[in-house]
T-cell receptor
Framework: DAMVIQNPRYQVTQFGKPVTLSCSQT?????MYWYQQKSSQAPKLLFH???????NEADTPDNFQSRRPNTSFCFLDIRSPGLGDTAMYLC???????????FGSGTRLTVV | DQQVKQNSPSLSVQEGRISILNCDYT??????FLWYKKYPAEGPTFLIS?????DKNEDGRFTVFLNKSAKHLSLHIVPSQPGDSAVYFC????????????FGKGTKLSVIP
């Protein structure tokens, strides 16, 4: 089945230690998104790639960066995680039209 | 400032009854609305959508109603089943960057057998 896969499912990292979250897709979708969702809050868009074009949300901290080396893969890099970065990180893809997103299962990140 | 609001964090309904989940939005540029369903430890999955040119869209047990003048939409589930127990997110898109979705906080639905 075509899908969006996030690895790892759970990640514990130390305060200040860089961490990378991975997302891959077999849908050949143009757009890949990264959302941060904290407990009982709405998923918050961090950034997205439309093909190779990177689009950063104005309020995304500089600490968060992303790479999309090819159509299938997209990475979220957190350079110096703080305790406040503990959250669920959701990757999603779409064709860029009015179709809905296809989400991965998420990575639950805990910063200790 | 939340542009998509789901003011009820949780809702409990008896099996067989109707579940009504509500969503309000503030951005008048939004013209496409979606509902997603999320089980624990899984990503959200698309449930149903509606364009602003319609006021109702139905798919089996699920119906979404849109009231543009009130900037309000609702999801009706009839009859509710225990397997419907999940968190439901309302999402909207429109205007510049129209393919991007803005999400509400979600409503946790519990269907009691």
């Amino acid at each position: 089945d075509a899908m969006v896969i996030q690895n790892p499912r759970y990640q514990v990292t130390q305060f200040g230690k860089p961490v990378t979250l991975s997302c891959s897709q077999t849908l050949n979708h143009n757009v890949m998104y990264w959302y941060q969702q904290k407990s009982s809050q709405a998923p918050k868009l961090l950034f997205h790639y439309y093909d190779k074009d990177f689009n950063n949300e104005a309020d995304t901290p500089d600490n968060f960066q992303s790479r999309r080396p090819n159509t299938s893969f997209c990475f979220l890099d957190i350079r110096s995680p703080g305790l406040g970065d503990t959250a669920m990180y959701l990757c999603a893809t779409s064709r860029g039209g009015r179709d809905g997103y296809t989400f991965g299962s998420g990575t639950r990140l805990t910063v200790v | 400032d939340q542009q998509v609001k789901q003011n009820s964090p949780s809702l409990s309904v008896q099996e067989g009854r109707i579940s009504i989940l509500n969503c309000d939005y503030t951005n008048s540029m939004f013209d496409y609305f979606l509902w997603y369903k999320k089980y624990p430890a899984e990503g959200p999955t698309f449930l149903i959508s509606i364009s602003s040119i319609k006021d109702k869209n139905e798919d089996g047990r699920f119906t979404v109603f849109l009231n543009k003048s009130a900037k309000h939409l609702s999801l009706h589930i009839v009859p509710s089943q225990p397997g419907d127990s999940a968190v439901y997110f309302c999402a909207a898109s429109g205007g510049a960057g129209s393919y991007q979705l803005t999400f509400g906080k979600g409503t946790k639905l519990s269907v009691i057998p």
